[in-house]
């Protein structure tokens, strides 16, 4: 198998919320609900899609990965703009927080955002004084960046990776310096780094979203841009009281099962982007859902067995086809599901003509085949 090298999580770095605010703020304040059961689909309908206005304090909201509590799904966002300067003078934050207790609350605008004792949006993975003196006397318009790539929760607390970016001079300038963990106690709290990056230099990056399964172990999947057009997905595993440790990663080969070298894991499946990794009890099956560019599209593969062998992908959804470079997100929050898991929750973000662009949060209810 090959060693491929990590791309930062979330793949593409889009423009900063700043610089699209004029495409958004015809939405700020109020939400924009699109006609329901408008998806066909053999796996399902569309049953809602709303446009999730911005909260006060922020400029624009752009695609999150999230932590599922039991109070709701925390929505963790990369770098975000202010709409005042915070303590520190800056107009920016390395990223955000809010927890949506339900997909009727967000659709109404009700985002508890995590602020800081002055009442601004705060950082939810913050620089180190060291970082934000080094990007303070940086001369060459560039910048650390924290950009969350998604996580899970465990006996109540979340547990999140996040890429460490040098960011600039331009818009999608972007350096990947690695990858780490944050903790946070509860749903409402800021994150604790921990100690060390997990994965850097040559390394490749194994931070997402992920699950605990019944047999106790975390799973995760990630992609890797491999070639032109090639993204090639694999999934590891770890105790949950070992996913600060980078040598008790173990990947799934389709031979030999689990083993210690990552460059030797089996291809899941080929497709771009972030993917949401979970069990849905209402299929009785495991999902992978994530959003195919290529289409503008949001895809949902299923197993029987976080390890495999996937089903091709098949689709859930149509999105609303951005003017220009692709959508972002297409993560499933299931936090936000049905009691049954039949109902399910995904955002995407999108800048559009065609359609209402911002960030939107569509429910699918599913069928069995």
């Given amino acids: ?26 939405c700020a304040g109020c939400g924009v609900v699109m006609d329901t059961e408008t998806s066909v689909s053999r796996l399902g309908a569309v049953t809602g899609d709303c446009v999730v ?97 998604g996580g899970l929760v465990w006996q109540g607390k979340g547990y999140i990776y996040y890429d460490v970016l040098l960011l ?13 963990l944050c903790v946070t106690p509860g749903a409402g709290s800021a994150c604790v780094r921990q100690g060390a990056l997990l994965w850097s230099g040559a390394q490749s990056s194994w ?26 997905c694999g999934v590891t595993r770890v105790m949950p009281e070992d996913m600060a440790d980078p040598g008790a990663y173990r990947y799934y080969n389709g031979f030999s099962g689990w083993v210690e070298d990552p460059g030797s894991f089996t291809v899941a499946f080929r497709g771009p982007g972030a993917v949401t990794l979970g069990y849905n009890a209402f299929l009785g ?18 197993a029987s067995s976080p390890s495999g062998p996937w089903a091709n992908p098949h689709r859930l959804f149509y999105v609303v086809k951005p003017d220009s470079w692709f959508i972002s997100g297409g993560m499933e929050h299931p936090a936000l599901r049905s009691a049954d898991a039949r109902t399910i929750a995904i955002t995407y973000y999108t800048i559009s003509t065609k359609g209402p662009s911002g960030l939107h949060l569509v429910s699918f209810r599913l069928r069995k085949n």
């Fill in 1 to 26: 198998m090959m060693d491929i090298n990590c791309k930062p999580c979330g793949g593409r770095i889009l423009p900063r919320p700043a610089a699209i605010m004029l495409a958004l703020c015809f």
């Fill in 53 to 149: 206005p911005v909260p006060a304090g922020l400029e624009a909201l752009g695609a999150p990965v999230s932590l599922e509590f039991a109070e709701g799904s925390l929505w963790v966002f990369g770098e975000t703009s202010l709409t005042q300067p915070s303590a520190t003078g800056s107009d920016t934050i390395p990223n955000s927080a809010a927890l949506v207790r339900s997909v009727d609350d967000a659709c109404a605008g009700h985002l508890e955002v995590l602020h800081d004792d002055n009442g601004t949006p705060a950082p939810f993975i913050a620089l180190t004084p060291d970082e934000e003196a080094e990007n303070a006397a940086r001369t060459d318009s560039k910048r650390i960046s924290l950009t969350p790539c």
């Fill in 168 to 180: 600039g001079p331009g818009v999608f300038d972007s350096e990947w310096l690695g990858t780490g």
């Fill in 207 to 232: 931070g997402s979203s992920g699950f605990i399964d019944n047999d106790g172990y975390v799973y995760l999947i990630k992609c890797f841009h491999a070639a032109a057009f090639e993204d090639l």
């Fill in 285 to 302: 099956q495991y999902t992978a859902i994530s959003a195919n560019i290529w289409d503008s599209s949001i895809e949902m593969r299923a």
